[in-house]
């Protein structure tokens, strides 16, 4: 229809021996059925629930934690914004005047994505395996304390990968807010302007998280 707002998917594609987090058995997506043989076609996925574009939910990292199927629907849609962060990298760090610089003047954001362009990048390098940047802690730290639902980003990890103690992921995870990590395409989106983002984790029962389809929709226009 003619002016309807654009869909945007920022969802990975989902392949066999994509590229995962370092120590992530590689993924296989393998077709068992095939319609001119067996009449319908079907297939079998074998991968860790966190591959590709997924969501931590809060028990990923807190034992009392949120499980992702006792996410509610509600705080899986919200107004979101877009932060382009690419020319405030500090190495592999995200610092919080960067975030500070990018926050929208006006508007309460629900959702929040991180744009680096890492997954640009993306496959089997060292660079995009190790080399991403992610939160400083007190960035995180700063973004827990702005009522969000969720925090999104286009690389592997909210922390970067040095940051074994994971402390962005447990600032933001202890204030209930989950995370979306491994998105696709924040460079369609625009700084400064509101979407409608839709985070659809698939529903496991006692799940840490879940591989997701994530959709932002454009308000006020068609961009």
Known sequence: MAGSPRVHDLTALLETNMATWPTSPAPSFAPVALVPRDGYSMERIDCLTHTGTHVDAPYHFLEDGRTVDRIPPE???GT??????????????????????????????????????W??????TRRYLYD??????????????????????????????????????????????WLVEALD???????????????????????????????????????
């Open 80 to 117: 979101g914004v877009v932060l382009d962060l690419r020319a405030e990298l500090e190495g592999t760090l995200i610092p919080r005047p960067a975030l500070e610089r990018h926050w929208p003047a006006r508007g309460t954001p629900e959702i929040v994505l991180l744009r680096t362009d």
């Open 75 to 77: 705080r899986l849609v």
């Open 185 to 223: 395409h924040l460079d369609e989106l625009e700084e400064g302007r509101e979407y409608t983002v839709v985070v659809a984790p698939l529903k496991i029962a006692g799940g840490s998280g879940g591989m997701a389809r994530v959709l932002a929709i454009a308000r006020g226009g068609t961009a």
């Open 119 to 124: 997954s640009r990048v993306r496959g089997p």
């Open 132 to 177: 991403f940047p992610g939160l400083s802690v007190d960035a995180a730290e700063w973004l827990a304390l702005r009522g969000l639902k969720g925090v999104g980003t286009d690389t592997l990890g909210i922390d970067p990968y040095a940051n074994t103690e994971y402390a962005a992921h447990k600032a933001l995870l202890r204030h209930d807010i």
